[in-house]
């Protein structure tokens, strides 16, 4: 049966209506006014904007019904106006069977749909019921306009979220050098600005094992592996049609890409994919998104380019420490003067290179009258080099009063005690000689050194022989020759950083220069020699930086 | 870091729970979040503390659930409140409001005392 209209009491529940109210609870009031004021006695409420919200009184639709409504409104969008009598029918179908005038009420202000509802009677008094619905379209404006005004706050504080997380990220980039930290905050700051599902960044990084770093939220998108089968720009795809190189396969419906490079040089990709909306889908990457990603992809370069800097000023400090400890052990093994010993006259020096090499040489009268003298030349530069010249010279110190009768016997104890030292294949090359002025006698042992050169009134001679590097074979074997000198025989020692040193051209000093000078410099004294031979060294090379230490000891027998 | 997220009910007393969340506050994660309170505000729960201990991120979506949840226990003459957050989170919740009728604590208990009214 039908009841009679009330259009007061309409009025009165609308104006009962909270203002804040939202969703069905609000649908559900401005139905049951409706109803009251056309004097119906069921309906059914759907809300335009959200087709999934709706309010039923008097009747309880199947869900089916409410489902295929869902479906027209969202297809029919938010101006619909209007229903299939069938779907309208069917919404008010009870145990009576459904009413056979069925009527589909729009309520709309400025061509929106505020509202569509379903009555099973039409208004018993049209006039009336006019202004009901002018009342409810009324308030349904306000709120819809109140909900626009807390969107559009939402939008705002959104924004300065954005804001506020791009300064965040530009603080943390100036407060630490951390980049694994960083690139933690950076994904998740992108991932969760963009309302994306997952993410993924790479960089490359010589520093750790495989070169890259890699960072992930949810499954992996990128095979870190790829980075060159990615575009070098930013990268929208928002169709599968769109996916290139290594985008093909990662598992996600969209993706947008980020490069992150330096002065044009590409160290990694930010990825996030899959934005997500409040329906549960997956909407299209826009160029917002795109404004969003490049400038946490530059903050990422940024950081990257800080840290890369600042390790390499801490290697650089680290390096300048180690060559002043190195150059200030060498300084302290090296003589600073030669002594005066029975039957020679001896010079020498040494120049050591930026980087501080492992040159050595040294001069030690013995009891006897004999006096030995050296020139050594260990693998490597820095501090370990030192350190191992340390050894060799305290090697020699020590031995040196046990005796030096069997040449072979003491470079082999030198040799035993590297093998069992030195750990990381550091050797030692050595010229080791014995000069004895009564016999007149030169013993002389070379162990992987560069010949020394001995020049005689026959000529210039090279004494290669000896055995291998100190500290390098275990079964190595040593042997000693001898020379006898005349008056005004000279030996001239050196290491290959004489010979071997470079000019612009990249060409050697080599060999023949330094017998050229030392042949010309017979006349000369040793010291005078020796200067020469740095200087021409000098001239050869004219400025240009040499990564070996130069040493020369010239032996001349009175 | 997980992307699907995990809620852990407690229920210190008849007026007041505790959800403990782990993983990623988004839509998805959002609606998990609301199943759970409406269901407890449907059993005359309205007070609640959400514990974000294991939670690292959250997005836009999230947010906005997060506040149809606070609309609605406000409705209801409830409280919100929030405990344990991360600096980002927190600063997050500030900006987006959520800050303004939820309260935020460093920890479970004095977040509690609150809910009880033993604290304002």
Redesign the interface.
Known sequence: MRGGADVLGAHARLAAIDPAA?GERLLGDVLSALIAGAGASRGVAVDPVHPSRHAAVGVSPEPAVLERLGRHVEEAGPSVVTLPAELARALLTGADGGPPDARVLPLTAQDETLLLAVLDAPPADPVSFASVTAHAASILAVIRMSEHVQRA??EL??R??EL??LY?VGLSIAGTLDFDSLAD?IL??S???L????GTLVVRDETREGGVLAK???APLLDAGRLDELPDRVYRCNTPEERIGALVGAPAEKLLLAPIAAEGRSLGVLVVADK???A?GIDDFTAGDVRILSLFGNQAAIALENARLHRESVEKERMEREIELAASIQKTILPASLPDVPGLRLAGGNRPTRQVGGDYFDVFPLPDGQTAFCVADVSGKGVPAALLVSTVHACLRILLDTGIADLPGFVGRIHRHLLGFSSTRKFVTLFLAVYDPASRRLRFLNAGHNPGLLLTRDGPTLLASGGPPIGILPQAVYREAAVVLAPGDTLVLYTDGITEAVNAADEEFGMQRLIALALEGLGESPSVLSSRIFGAVSEFTRGVAQYDDQTVLIARAC | ?S?TLKVIVERPDAKVAILRTDGYI???GG?EIARQAYALMSGGVNHLLLDLEKT??????GI?ILIEIL?KLLDQGGRLAFCRLTP?IE??FQ???LAQYARLFPAPDTAIAWLRGESE
């Open positions: 939202s706050d939402f504080k959104y300065v979220w506020q997380s965040d905050d998740l700051k991932v969760s600005l309302n994306a599902r997952n992930h939220f949810g997500e909306n409040r549960g | 870091m992307e988004n839509n998805t609606e690292k991120i959250v997005n836009s979506i906005s609309e980002t600063k997050t900006i987006m409001g």
